[in-house]
């Protein structure tokens, strides 16, 4: 099968320098979506049309399996598919979706092309397939006109609809599948006398039937698989379809989450069993959330592996980093690139920790920054540690040991090694490597002036 996705409209009602097919939906361009759902179906051939801001699509979307067709002018619909002709595989039927249609489903894709696969079968002509589906409110879109059998005749466009047209509650949703060798024909042979002066692909219909090519149609499952992004108000609202769908596939698989309303994934997130989200929670890239995994509220976790039974408190930042088990970060911990972290750590509040290993039960719990280190196991980081990985010019590694308890206040200015069971009194500034079981504090003298009086502020 050729697959060919139309993306060369403006979108005006946008209002933004961005092409509309590039707007994000989870994090995601909508012609992504489509691309990937188009991908699913393993089409011999797909190809992409664009037209407006084409070379930023292109550049977003570029793959080896992916083709661009582009369309200068935006003359319409069938113009569009036009342009995708010469890329096509004339021996496979084409299916056409639009890049701003962003939810279909594959298993709806695959009901219309079977439909049209099979009315195509015993001795008759190929199959042209229409994806439709009855609105309550058809307002806008091409109307499905059948006779007095129920065969469809045409597709009539809002614009061009009579009072009594108007009334048909059975819509076009613009997804079709053409047998592609007659396409050339059908399409060469469009006008664009109609109120919008366009070529509509929709025309397309009563050359088939005129063709002798059985029309039939199908209907999806679900009415938002069919709806298009034109505004920022419907990009907002098919948002919020693709997040509640996917809170219902993690509490389908037994994940609890404080509220599916307040849940946003983008991208995917795999959970063992009983994993407990609370609310306001955004999941990005690839996520692994072990057996008993407990997200607080407010948490972003981007690309992070965490392991079974730990607990990510409120206002926890992670990305690119793993957790192992039994682990304790925040409230308001940040792991960034890097941070790897054993079995039962604990980081706590207004602790960064970047590109460093963290071993096992060694705890980090307020206000420390740990950079390009390797932190053994049982080590205790004090408050206000920071390790002074960056010279100006080039990073360091700090190494502290097995067992190491870093006092308050310390400064380790990498590179440097502290020996296992070293203990480091509070503000010391380590800048040599120090030896094993060893105490280690700067020479620092204590001036006590009595009877001081502070300086006061002159009243005017
Ligand atoms: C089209 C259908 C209408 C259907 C509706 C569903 C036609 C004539 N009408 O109308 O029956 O109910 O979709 O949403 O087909 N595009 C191009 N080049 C163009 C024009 C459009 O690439 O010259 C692309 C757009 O980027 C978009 C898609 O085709 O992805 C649909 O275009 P749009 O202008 O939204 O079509 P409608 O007028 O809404
Ligand atoms: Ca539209």
Redesign the pocket.
Known sequence: MNIVI????MGKRMHSALP??LHPLAGQPLLSHVIDTARSLSPTRLVV?I?HGGEAVRAAVAAPDVQFAV?EQ???????LAQALPLLDVNQPTLVL????PLTRASTLKRLTDAAAKAGQNGHKAGYGILTVTLDDPT???RIVRGATGQVLR?V?QKDASDDERLIDE????IVVTPTAPLAGWLAALGNDNA?G?Y???DVVEAAIAAGHPVVTAQPDAEWETL?V?SKQQLAELERVYQRNAADALLAAGVTLADPARFDLRGSISCGRDVFIDVNCVFEGLVTLADNVRIGPNCVIRDAVIGAGTRVDAYTHIESATVGAQAVLGPYARLRPGAQLADEVHVGNFVEVKNANIGHGSKANHLSYVGDADVGAGVNIGAGTITCNYDGANKHRTVIEDNVFVGSDTQLVAPVRVGRGVTIAAGTTVWKDVPEDTLVLNEKTQIAKTGYVRPVKHKR
């Open positions: 139309l993306a060369a409209g509309k097919v049309v037209g369309q935006q003359l319409g619909t069938g113009h569009a639009y890049g701003d249609v806008g879109y091409g597709i466009e819509i076009n949703t613009g919008q366009e509509y692909l929709t298009g034109n």
